[in-house]
């Protein structure tokens, strides 16, 4: 009997393949085909996992932020876009996915576990929870509300979002708010524990009652106070910096010019790097980035996103409002960079960071 079209090319690219075709016959061979390719492409999109911190948890360098997600200080989002994303990051090795309770108040957990409900094993899900909820019992209760928005019995990693008395909200005690999450843990609802937005002497005081195993701040080329202050804590302590911003809020892409203007409701507008007079050298610094990240044949934002995951024990956290931006974010993980590489960028770097006082707030608020 004649072999298919198919087999007919495998048989002329290797005689081999007739003979396997014979022996196992023509169902089994075709499932054999399709295993080996579907292996490959898992290979293709395959990202060496890290440890988070001291938990045990192992995450890809690549996270997907959900902020957008939540639609509140965003413009243009599309759910079902924002949905198709984060399964377009899953499937492009992306296991990490970070959101918080106060995106578009719950809507981005909800959108998040819709979109994951049914590979809820397979992915880490992290949350954090506001600054007017670190009384004991709003720790709890808000710990709870995130569990049913997010459509799961865990949450991976818990991160308490600011500081207690950030915004004007009451300053709880260190103390009260961890015992709060070491409850949690013991309860099973949480696996692990985590802060952002904590300087040095904050992150300090957490550590005194509970084991905490990442920070997550704003860090990128153009955004580097964290080294100067908590970075060193982390270090000395195993934790993991989780990197928000890391294409510096869209700058980092080349999209936006000198000039740009953000759409009414567009939180972007009031970040400071799009501001004179660090906006000029922000523009500056673009144009001498570009042309290293075209010699690699990779993206302005690949290359700041393999920036900040060629250094120890960091993560950068990448939103994407659509698949393709996903897709492009997760390709990043697999990017590496030369000593000279890193030089390079970290002299261009420099050129925006020596402008840059002494408030790590990003935004101006």
């Known amino acids: 009997m004649p072999l298919s079209g198919a087999c007919q090319i495998h048989q002329k690219e290797n005689p081999c393949n007739a003979i396997a075709y014979t022996i196992v016959g023509k169902n089994t061979y075709s499932s054999m085909i399709s295993y080996i390719v579907n292996l490959l492409k898992q290979k293709e999109h395959s990202v060496e996992m890290r440890s ?30 924002t949905q198709k994303a984060i399964r377009a990051a899953y499937d492009a090795g992306i296991n990490a996915f970070d959101t918080a309770e106060v995106y578009g108040n719950g809507h981005s957990e909800r959108i998040l576990g819709k979109a994951l409900v049914d590979v809820r094993d397979k992915v880490v899900i992290m949350t954090k929870v506001f600054s007017n909820h670190l009384k004991y019992n709003q ?87 964290v080294e100067e202050d908590a970075a060193g804590f982390c270090r000395e302590n195993g934790l993991s910096l989780l990197a928000y911003s ?96 890193m030089q390079a960028l970290d002299q261009i770097s420099a050129s925006v960071t020596a402008h840059l006082d002494d408030n790590p707030v990003l935004w101006k608020w």
């Open 139 to 225: 720790v709890i209760k808000a710990c709870e509300r995130s569990l049913k928005n997010l459509q799961t019995e865990y949450i991976d990693l818990y991160q308490v979002h600011w500081p207690p008395g950030s915004f004007g909200h009451v300053a709880v005690p260190m103390q009260e708010i961890m015992e709060a999450f070491g409850e949690l843990v013991k309860q099973g609802k949480i696996r692990a524990i985590g802060v952002s937005n904590f300087n040095r002497q904050q992150l300090e005081a957490a550590a005194q009652f509970a084991t905490v195993v990442s920070l997550q701040s704003p860090y990128s080329l153009f955004w580097r106070h």
């Open 246 to 341: 890391p294409m510096a809020q869209g700058l980092l892409t080349g999209k936006f010019g000198p000039n740009h203007r953000f759409e009414k409701g567009d939180h972007r507008s009031s970040n400071r790097l799009f501001h004179p007079p660090l906006s000029q050298h922000v523009q500056a610094a673009l144009s001498q980035l570009k042309p290293i990240a075209a010699a690699k044949g990779i993206s302005l934002g690949q290359l700041a996103l393999a920036w900040v995951i060629s250094h120890p024990d960091t993560f950068a956290i990448a939103g994407a409002r659509n698949p393709q931006q996903a897709i492009q974010n997760a390709a990043a993980a697999r990017m590496r960079l030369s000593a000279e590489e």
């Open 52 to 81: 988070l911190g001291n938990s045990g948890i192992k995450i890809s360098p690549i996270l997907m932020g959900t902020w957008q997600a939540g639609k509140t200080m965003w413009t243009g989002i599309d759910d079902t876009e």
